[in-house]
């Protein structure tokens, strides 16, 4: 079961995208859906994640204020909206299950192709 990102694309500093992740099989409230980004050469780092039972959010410190986590339970989806994109935001950004909060990626699960996001300055 791979979750897949989409939504992703080219776009100037200061402008916004938002990215999707439909998970082909069922996401219980236990679990957390979380977005993560990597950057050429760098590891994998937490973004933002939402617990899906209370809808609860986690934001990375570098992403609070501009990016937002929410979902959508009828179609077993989570949104990362992300505005005031900034030129260090580009990365591949990829979603992932966890069965409880963690800002590691070894703790998610589940991970499919991401999606390229690309800011130019």
């Known amino acids: 079961v791979q979750l897949q990102a989409s939504g992703g694309g080219l776009v100037q500093a200061g402008g916004s995208l938002k990215l999707s992740c439909s998970p082909s099989?069922?996401?219980?409230?236990?679990?957390?859906m979380g977005w993560f980004r990597q950057a050429p050469g760098k590891e994998r780092e937490f973004v933002a994640a939402?617990?899906?039972?209370?809808?609860?959010?986690y934001y990375a410190d570098s992403v609070k204020g501009r990016f937002t986590i929410s979902k959508d339970g009828a179609k077993n989806t989570v949104y990362l909206q992300m505005s005031s994109l900034k030129p260090e935001d580009t990365a591949v950004y990829y979603c992932?299950?966890?069965?409880?909060?963690?800002?590691?990626?070894?703790?998610?699960?589940?991970w499919g192709q991401g999606t390229q996001v690309t800011v130019s300055s």
């Open positions: 992932g299950r966890a069965n409880a909060y963690s800002t590691l990626a070894r703790e998610y699960y589940n």
């Open positions: 099989a069922r996401t219980f409230s236990s679990h957390l």
């Open positions: 939402i617990r899906w039972g209370s809808a609860r959010t």
